[in-house]
Every structure is written in C-alpha cells, then in structure tokens.
C-alpha cells in the first residue's frame, strides 16, 4: 500500500489559538453557542461552548482537528458543528473530496502515531510528515457508518445523557481531598530496583498516567493522581506506586472505592480545558478548582456515584 505525508493529502493550518478566558462561556442548547475545541481527548475535542465572536467567524463542519501538543498529542476528530479553537490544535481539510469514513479512517491513522510523541514531544513541526495510506483499506470501507457510535459523541454531562445535573452542587477540591506532591522517583533509579509490580505514575495522560512497574514504591494507593506539568490529567491509582516529577496526590477525606473513583476522575479531567503550557494546572490552582458533584442532604452523593458507574455497560469489568 503506497503511503504518502498528510500534508499531500490535507491542507494543514493552525486554528484560532484563542484563550478561553477571552470567549465568553454559554450552554449547550444556546442558539448562537460555538463549540470549542481544545486538545482534550473527550467530547470529540470539544470542552466548552463559547458564544459567537463578531470579528471572527467560526470553522466549518467537516474539518478534522488535531492537537499537536499537550498530553493528548494527535487526538483527531472530525468537527461535525462550527467552531473555534484553543492553542496548539491544528486543521486539517481534505484537498479532495472525502467521505466522513474516509476522515475517519485518517483521524485513526494519525492518532497511530502518537507513541512517537511521548515526554512532552510536540507534533506542531512534524505532523505533515506523518504517513499514511494513500486510499481507505477495501476491509475499512466496508464498515457501517451509522454503527460507529464516537462518530458524534456526546458528553457524560450533556443535555442529551439520562443523568440529569441540575439539582448537584459545587464543592470545592479541598473538601474532598487533602492535595499534595509526590516523592519524585527518577526512572534511573526505579531500573535498578528493577521490574515489579508497583506502576511508576508520570505526567502522560495515556496508559492511566503510567509508565512502567517496577520492584519500588513510595505512596499509598486508592487514591488520585494529576498532572501539574500542563493539562491537569488525573487519574486513579489503585496500588501502590511511584511517580515522576510534577505528579500531585489526592488523597481522599471519604471512603473511595473504584467505582466512585471512575466516576470524579471524569468529572475532574472536564476542567483540562482550564490549562495550557502557559497556565499549567499547579498544586495551588487545584486548591481553587470546585466540581459539581451529586447531592444529597448537603453532602456529595457518593452512593448515587457508585450505582451510576455499575450501571454502565461493562461495569463488570472495571
């Protein structure tokens, strides 16, 4: 199969690179909302609803995004609504006609590459060098478009989900857990205890933050871990383990177990939009964030947590 670079099949730009502090927010069933994609890897890309600028239209349906740094590197989506971007998210628009299967097929192919881009690697000079096929597979065309259900996904959180937000409150981070760093364990060291079962957590926000298992650890598990080098990526760790540098704790002040863990590691990884190389999600800025949670009697609701993530399909497996 010939292979050819993405750029002699799209034609590859930057987007608008604007700062969500200067949109102004709007919700979803909003009349004249603009989507806004981020390099999030949730919601097709898109982390916010902005209202429509006057001096600047937005993209058109149809184009592909594609992150080009963060710790969602290549995350690709086809834009299925107008919409704007944030920093570092590139637009790729086909110079000739494509179906949304074939568009897809090369959001697949692009995201294929993204072990190529680990530690913090940009992809912002490199992506339209990446490969690949020339034409769709026979066997890929074949596939029904209406049976691919992340061709318009839509949030745990929106207008359209059965669980219903209205009635939850805010709290506060804090409330919930006490913040603190991790002891920074350099990966030389962690190779010369060897492998063993302990995940070695960093800031990547693949492979649920980890990097490796190795025979060392130095923090307790059944807790959360964020990234504080960038985009505030959190994740839950279940075992003891180690970490690198820039990897921030969350030890619980309730009772957690996996299921309710599922379920905040969700709710807190929708504020990644809050945060780029200029503004990364630090140990303080945790402190202020507040997430809106099930209530009940004034308290977070952690049993209707619970119940909610077995009643998923595929709880079982968790």
């Not at 086909?94 to 097929?105: A, C, I, T, V």
């Not at 072990?115 to 990446?130: C, E, H, M, P, V």
Request: glycine share 6%.
């Amino acid at each position: 199969m010939k292979l050819l670079r993405l750029s002699e099949l799209f034609s590859i730009k930057y987007g608008n690179s604007f700062d969500l502090n200067i949109l102004e927010t709007c919700p979803e069933n909003d009349l004249d909302k603009v989507n806004y994609v981020s390099r999030t890897r949730e919601n097709n890309g898109v982390s916010a609803f902005v209202k429509r600028r006057d001096d600047t239209p937005p993209f058109d349906p149809g184009t592909i995004t594609v992150a080009g740094s963060g710790n969602s590197v290549l995350e690709s989506f086809i834009q299925y609504n107008p919409f704007y971007t944030g920093y570092h998210v590139f637009l790729l628009s086909p110079l000739r006609k494509m179906s949304d299967l074939e568009k897809l097929f090369y959001c697949y192919c692009i995201r294929q590459n993204q072990y190529k881009y680990s530690f913090g690697r940009q992809a912002n000079k490199t992506l339209k060098d990446i490969l690949v096929p020339e034409e769709i597979p026979t066997e890929f065309s074949k596939i029904n478009l209406g049976s691919l259900n992340t061709l318009r996904p839509t949030s745990l959180l929106s207008e359209n989900s059965h669980l219903k937000t209205q009635n939850w409150r805010y709290y506060t981070l804090l409330e919930l857990f006490e913040i603190e760093g991790t002891k920074t364990t350099p990966i030389v060291e962690l190779e010369e205890y060897g492998p063993g079962p302990f995940p070695y957590v960093t800031t990547q926000a693949s492979s649920n933050g980890i990097g490796g298992l190795y025979d060392f650890s130095t923090e307790a598990g059944n807790v959360l871990t964020v990234d504080s080098a960038v985009l505030g990526f959190c994740s839950y760790q279940p075992k003891a383990f180690s970490a690198s540098d820039h990897v921030e704790k969350l030890t619980p002040r309730f009772k957690l177990n996996k299921y309710i863990a599922i379920f905040l590691v969700t709710i807190i990884n929708k504020e990644q939009y809050r945060y780029n190389y200029g503004r990364k999600c630090s140990q303080a800025r945790m402190k202020e964030i507040s997430i809106k949670l099930p209530s009940k009697g004034g308290a977070p609701d952690f049993d209707f947590m619970e119940n909610y993530i077995k009643s998923l399909e595929y709880s079982a497996t968790i």
